[in-house]
């Protein structure tokens, strides 16, 4: 059953006299349960796709449906709640609370997620128990995007958007992320939805979305997606 | 180049720099404000009373000096000059209104300034007339004016107006707090009228220029005239005295308020200069990566200091002369209480290096900002400011740290976390609150005194004040005639200051005695009371000892108690112990609860005034005070949304990211919203909990360092203090949801990519 449903979704930004069509006419639907990644070099208009999909920002025309409700037409504060329940976000520079410890910044969400999961389980399954007391700037990069990993699902989402999720890592730290991240969206059960220009990662996906120049050039179901450890990073 | 990075850097952040400017303004204008207001004040009425010969001393006899008595005063060495005086209170025939009639022998001491007419002719037949007192009667040179003086007709044209430094502050006696031209003014004759009017010489007054020691001068002349006179110096002469305290009350404000403000806006300084430079150290290190010399970006960075502090420093001359010129102007506050021909305002020459030196401050504290994000190699200057690491606080070992909520806990770090931020706010809100509740308090403190004053003290209708020379049987026959109480008043010399002796008759109550509290108190027969500005020189129980002038008597008398005296400093005891002391007195005036035309007019009165009459003087006081008051008001207001404004603005940006994150996860921007209020409100709370005892302690300082003028009583009202705090809280929640509406224009996209 598709949980997104993209119709002829279209994005211009205007500064001045400049514009800018960073999505142009993009259309596709995925499936709940699969694991996406969307590909292309940077400029492509693959972080506008995630963006428009995690009720960041609206489109200019089209439709974006997510679980048969049309969201590019949602006012502030329906986005705020489409955010809250819907969907978890994981970014590159993991976006911690500087001032809130490992657990509080994953204990936040329950203040707004309906469904929130409890934050201590959350954190032990990303193997950080023993962090929970520490602040942010007191853990690695790794250990920082395993609390964002953390925090993303608590909110038991149905989906997950990742925006070049080992961007910031070294490549042995970014491979350890990239497995935990798709073991637990896979015990979840989660859609998950990864942003990268890393090609490798595309090797293990089940669904492939390449955007190049604001349109979608591609997308592929790939029948027998590799594992992480058959790819060579 | 780098000349128009520096325009378009502070148009980048014109708020900032804006409120810089403008904190710097008000705190330069606010100490310049009050040190131009006390210095000029200072020298106008200085040079006045130089121009008018005013006299350093004033004897008193009561039944006149001799022709023989000047003669020998003149002789003294040390003696510059000396004239016999006269100065009585005359009716306006036909009028409630009165004038002081004065008269100079010699016209060497104590002389007028002409502003209008004939110069002084000490033959003519005529009268000068205080111009100020003419143009609210609308006399003019060349009317007739009827004066009665003990019931002698003293009438004549008016020659000339003038102003005199003998009548500066021109009222009718201690019981009058501010003049009143319309009801009161002054006029001199020459001594050729007085002899024609009076058929006799009397000069009940010597007046002296002389740089010589009060003591010294009294020895010499009880050795000159072979007997003890009452002798004051000018520090005793409400013209001077007045004048002097004015300009200490100056120097008392300008001494506390300034500090505040400039602290304040030195301190805004401080932390939005470092806010800017953190802001910019991208920027700082790229033109150093570019190959700029350290020194040369240091150069650019500093100018943005020097120019907001000159800008700020030139606003504040402006503003400083402003305030300085709503209170010493020909029209400003100060002239409803003192007259005097030119109001100039100077500022003291301590201002100048303090100004420079000030200046200097700012423009280190922006060089010092800047060589903070220039340390260390290019690359080192080219990584964004981090603030520091996150540590655990003290607070958080506390039981109940774990169960505040994710938002409590979020404020409570932030705020120690950026510290400096926090104490800004905190002196902001503390700053606000203290000028409110100083201001507010000012008021309700000056309206129990009247209220005390009206309400409690002065039940009676009318006072007569006696004459001189008037005789004491007769005086007793019209006190029950009017069924009237009575005082007396006699100088006194106690440890070593001319005070007041005042001998009261107050069976009918028609005056009435407070004690410390202000509640109504009856004076015994055994002992006396002394003022609550004598308290500290004696326990009750004790003896004291005091002589009045005109005497070699010492009398030797028991402190019965302490009252409260609102005008005099004085020493109170009935008649009844004075007559069991064995201490003469003389009475002065007479209360009753007749009105004054019912009271006929003889002899022995030298004037009648109308209970209300004497208080309406103090309206045009009240309004004083309600400018006042206005002027901390707006000052409270002013400071608590600029200070606050800027810290919440920098707050803002700072916690950019952080609210974007919360925006993305999904909290609403109202849930944002209130978690940015309640950091102000909490700061609120705190500065407000420490601005309120600040505010009355500054209040205090300010009432004691008038009390050698008044005894006032510290009174803040409720409403005094519910209103400071609603004002507070208004402007600390105006200037909060101003900041956190922002947060609705955050563009999350942009927020989130990447790190700056």
Known sequence: MAIVEFKDVTRVYTSGDHVLKALDGASFTLDEGKFVVILGPSGAGKSTLLNMLGGLDSPTSGTIKVNGKDISTLSNNELADYRASTVGFVFQFYNLIPTLTVYENVALVKEISPDALDAKQMIAEVGLSDHLHNFPSELSGGEQQRISIARALAKNPRILLCDEPTGALDSETGVLVLKLLLSMAKNYGKTIVIVTHNQSIAKIADVVIRVKNGKIKSCEEQSAPMSVDEVEW | ?756
């Open chain 2, 1 to 756: 180049m780098l000349i128009r990075k520096l325009f378009r850097t502070a148009w980048r952040y014109k708020s900032q720099f804006l409120s810089m400017i403008l904190m710097i303004a008000i705190g330069v204008g606010v100490f310049l404000g009050f040190n131009i207001e006390w210095k000029s004040i200072e020298a106008d009425t200085t040079a006045f009373f130089e121009e008018t010969d005013y006299a350093d001393f004033r004897l008193y006899e009561e039944t006149g000096f001799s022709e023989e008595d000047i003669e020998k005063i003149q002789e003294i060495d040390g003696v510059e000059a000396a004239t016999r005086y006269l100065a009585v209170n005359a009716e306006w025939k036909d009028t409630k209104k009165s004038v002081s009639l004065n008269v100079s022998e010699n016209y060497t001491v104590s002389t007028m300034l002409i502003m209008e007419g004939s110069e002084y002719d000490e033959g003519a037949d005529g009268i000068w007339l205080s111009d100020r007192f003419a143009a609210e009667n609308d006399i003019a040179v060349g009317d007739t004016l009827e004066l009665s003086y003990m019931g002698v007709d003293i009438s004549s044209e008016v020659l000339g107006l003038v102003k005199s430094s003998e009548n500066m502050i021109c009222v009718a006696d201690e019981n009058q707090l501010m003049p009143d031209y319309e009801k009161f003014g002054f006029a001199y004759i020459s001594p050729e009228k007085l002899e024609e009017a009076l058929g006799m010489v009397f000069y009940p007054q010597v007046n002296i220029i002389s740089d010589m020691e009060k003591a010294e001068l009294e020895e010499t002349v009880k050795s000159a005239l072979g007997r003890t006179i009452l002798v004051t110096s000018k520090d005793e002469h409400i013209a001077y005295a007045g004048a002097q305290s004015e300009a200490q009350e100056g120097k008392t404000m300008g001494s506390i308020l300034p500090v505040l403000f400039l602290a304040i806006g030195v301190l805004t300084m401080m932390t939005t200069m470092h806010r800017i430079a953190a802001n910019e150290k991208v920027q700082i290190g790229t033109l150093k990566a570019l190959g700029f010399r350290d020194s040369r970006i240091l150069r650019h960075y500093t100018a943005y200091g020097l120019v907001i502090g000159l800008l700020g420093t030139a606003l504040g001359i402006g503003l400083g002369y402003g305030i300085a010129s709503l209170i010493v102007s020909p029209a400003g506050m100060m002239s409803t209480y003192i007259d005097i021909p030119e109001w100039k305002l100077i500022m003291p020459a301590f201002c100048i290096p303090i100004l420079i030196a000030i200046l200097v401050f700012l423009t280190l504290i922006s060089s010092f900002s800047v060589k903070k994000m220039l340390k260390g190699t290019a690359a080192d200057a080219l990584r964004p400011y981090t603030p520091k690491a996150m540590k655990k606080s003290v607070i958080e070992k506390l039981f109940f740290w774990e169960r505040l909520s994710f938002g409590t806990k979020w404020n409570i770090r932030d705020i120690l976390r950026h510290k400096s931020r926090s104490a800004m706010t905190l002196i902001g809100v503390f700053g606000c609150m203290l000028l409110l509740v100083g201001g507010l308090g000012m008021k309700d403190t000056m309206a129990g005194f009247m209220t005390v004053l009206d309400e409690e003290v002065s039940n009676y209708t009318t006072k007569i004040t006696l004459s001189e020379s008037a005789d004491h049987a007769e005086i007793e026959a019209l006190a029950e005639d009017v069924s009237g109480d009575w005082q007396a008043s006699t100088g006194i010399s106690y440890e070593g200051e001319t005070i007041t002796l005042e001998i009261y008759h107050a069976d009918n109550e028609w005056i009435r005695f407070v004690d410390a509290e202000n509640n109504l108190m009856e004076l015994g027969d055994d002992g006396v009371y002394l003022c609550l500005r004598l308290a500290d020189t004696a326990e009750i129980g004790d003896t004291i000892e005091f002589s009045p002038y005109g005497s070699e008597e010492t009398y030797r008398v028991k402190v019965a108690g302490y009252l409260r005296s609102l005008m005099t400093e004085c020493i109170v005891m009935t008649d009844a112990y004075a007559e069991s002391m064995e201490i003469p007195y003389h009475i002065s005036a007479i209360y009753t609860d007749e009105s004054s035309e019912d009271i006929e007019n003889s002899s022995i009165i030298a004037g009648k005034q109308d209970k209300d009459m004497i208080m309406e003087t103090y309206d045009s006081f009240m309004e004083l005070m309600d400018l006042m008051v206005m002027i901390f008001v707006v000052g409270a207001i002013i400071l608590g949304t600029v200070v606050l404004y800027n810290l919440g603005i920098m707050s803002y940006v700072e916690r950019h990211r952080e609210l974007a994150t919360l925006k993305v996860l999904g909290f609403r921007d109202k849930h944002i919203g209130r978690l940015l209020i309640s950091q102000n409100i909490w700061l609120t709370v705190i500065g407000v909990l420490i601005g309120l005892p600040g505010g009355v302690a500054v209040l205090y300082v300010l009432i004691t360092s008038l009390v050698s003028e008044y005894e006032l009583s510290l009174t803040i009202g409720v409403l005094t203090y519910s209103v400071s705090i609603l004002l507070t809280f208004g402007v600390s929640l105006v200037v909060g949801w101003m900041v956190a509406r922002k947060n609705k224009t955050i563009d999350m996209v942009e927020a989130l990519k990447g790190r700056e």
